[in-house]
T-cell receptor, first 119, second 115 residues
């Protein structure tokens, strides 16, 4: 088990360009989450998947954002026509609800994040 | 709606001393869970401890304990015998037990351990 992997770790792009982030969750986890963290703030929920189904989306997820999880394994988060306000750390997390010492907790395991800078 | 408030933007503590990080919350959900995460400079959020709203006892995990006072809506994290490696951002978070999967975070407290 290598934990949650995110790629790339850092991305610098010009305003108006498209960017895509990839997340590889812990292999046996069926739930996958995307969060966004701006400087000086806590992470904010964007969306989550159970297997391949996208079950919840935040109002923060404008129509320029799209997330997919084909085949219920890795996930991608794409941002089209980036804006300077999109600059943030994009965090991915995964979980397997209903197991372990905290079975009611659905503890999320986070990746190290993908930092986006839009110039 | 859920809200987490962390009123201490930064704290400095001498090594080996105990430290309490404050967290208050607000929710209308009858059943919920409270979490603490640590975020070192590397960026990864590391789970520390969980408390269910109906748990009879306060949670403990090694040097971490959660001082849960339901009537006051507080869930303070206590770190005993602090170590230099404890220097990091600490986030309190909560989620309803049923339904909404969104984990709501506070703004965090930056803890610095002084040797």
């Amino acid at each position: 088990d290598t934990g949650v992997s995110q790629d790339p770790r850092h991305k610098i792009t010009k305003r108006g360009q498209n960017v895509t982030f990839r997340c590889d969750p812990i292999s046996e986890h069926n739930r996958l989450y995307w969060y966004r963290q701006t400087l000086g703030q806590g992470p904010e929920f964007l969306t989550y998947f159970q297997n391949e189904a996208q079950l919840e989306k935040s109002r923060l997820l404008s129509d320029r954002f799209s997330a997919e999880r084909p085949k219920g394994s890795f996930s991608t988060l794409e941002i089209q026509r980036t804006e300077q306000g999109d600059s943030a750390m994009y965090l991915c997390a995964s979980s397997l609800r209903g197991t372990g010492a905290h079975s009611g907790a659905n503890v999320l395991t986070f990746g190290a994040g993908s930092r986006l800078t839009v110039l | 709606a859920q809200k987490i408030t962390q009123t201490q933007p930064g704290m400095f503590v001498q090594e080996k001393e105990a430290v309490t990080l404050d967290c208050t919350y607000d929710t209308s959900d009858p059943s919920y869970g409270l979490f603490w995460y640590k975020q070192p400079s590397s960026g990864e959020m590391i789970f520390l401890i969980y408390q269910g709203s109906y748990d009879q006892q306060n949670a403990t995990e090694g040097r971490y304990s959660l001082n849960f006072q339901k009537a006051r809506k507080s869930a303070n994290l206590v770190i005993s015998a602090s170590q230099l490696g404890d220097s990091a951002m600490y986030f309190c978070a909560m989620r309803a037990t049923f339904g909404n999967e969104k984990l709501t975070f506070g703004t965090g407290t930056r803890l610095t351990i002084i040797p």
